[in-house]
Each structure stands twice: as structure tokens, then as C-alpha cells.
């Protein structure tokens, strides 16, 4: 297990989604060939690609441990989706996030309260977040879905 230093924050990794967790967050996001999906901390890449894959949406992985980031890049070649996916090494609280359509989080209850106002502020109004395992502590979710170890949460971003 490596820690990884984020600006006030340590995210283990790796902590991989498990597939059907994958699979159960695409579908509640219910991503299509048109979505634009970020995952914010993108690890090895697997949700990006299944997206991908599985969806033909584009994706963009935010990630700041470079080993994470070659593994997604060689894992996004072999599975043939590299040019719908891109992985990008920049620190999640200051890289743009606007042109995402459905964001994916699977990051700390205190990380989710402290990047809601970025989700809030930069996501287009309709746009939807989904986190597994954790929610976001003062946002009600739209949408949980009880798997048998963990939860996945549905947001959908309000109108201003």
C-alpha cells in the first residue's frame, strides 16, 4: 500500500473498484457514448476504461502518483479505448473540471466535503457525481444503491 500525498489529505492507494462496483456506478450514472466522465484520483484507470469500453464515453483520469498514471495509460492501450481516455498527473482541487458531464469519486468523506463547493461550483447543472463507499457529509444523494460490502452514491448537480 503507498500513501499519497494530497495538498492536507493521504489517499491510500491501491484500493481497486471492484467490477461489479464499476459496473453498478456507470449504470446509475447511466453513461452513454455522449458523457465526458472525469474520475478524480483514477488509480490504474479501470472505471475510465469500462466507460470507454463498455459506453463509448471519453474520459479523464486526474491522478497524482505517476506509477498510478502508467499503469492507466498501459491498461487503457491494451483494453484499445486510449484514444477516448486520457490520464492526466494534476492535483484534483485545482485542475478543471468543467467539461465533465458525470464525475466518479472514490476518495475519503473528508476529501468529498471539501471538493463539493469545486463539484458545485465548476459541474454544469444536470451533471451527475457518483461515489462509492463514501458519502458527501450536508449534500443528500439522489440516488443510493445498497451493494453487499458497500454503497454507491447519485448526485445530480442543481440548478444555480
Known sequence: ?????????????PVPTPPEVVTEML???????????????????R????????YGARG???????????????????????????FL??????AGIGEATVVVLY??????????????????PGTRVVSQAFDIAGWEADQVVRMADRRVYLWRIPQR
Open 89 to 94: 498527473q494534476q492535483d484534483l482541487f485545482t
Open 107 to 124: 476518495l475519503w468523506p473528508d476529501v468529498n466535503v471539501r471538493l463539493m463547493p469545486k463539484l458545485k461550483a465548476e459541474l454544469k
Open 27 to 45: 449504470k446509475l450514472a447511466c453513461v452513454t457514448n455522449d458523457d465526458v466522465v472525469y474520475d478524480l484520483g483514477s488509480g490504474d484507470g
Open 60 to 86: 479523464v483520469g486526474l491522478e497524482l502518483d505517476p506509477a498510478c498514471l502508467r499503469a492507466a495509460t498501459e491498461n487503457a492501450l491494451r483494453a484499445g479505448v486510449a484514444d477516448r481516455v486520457q
Open 47 to 54: 472505471i475510465l476504461i469500462a466507460a470507454a469500453r463498455e
Open 1 to 13: 500500500v503507498q500513501d499519497e500525498k494530497i495538498p492536507g489529505e493521504i489517499v491510500i492507494w
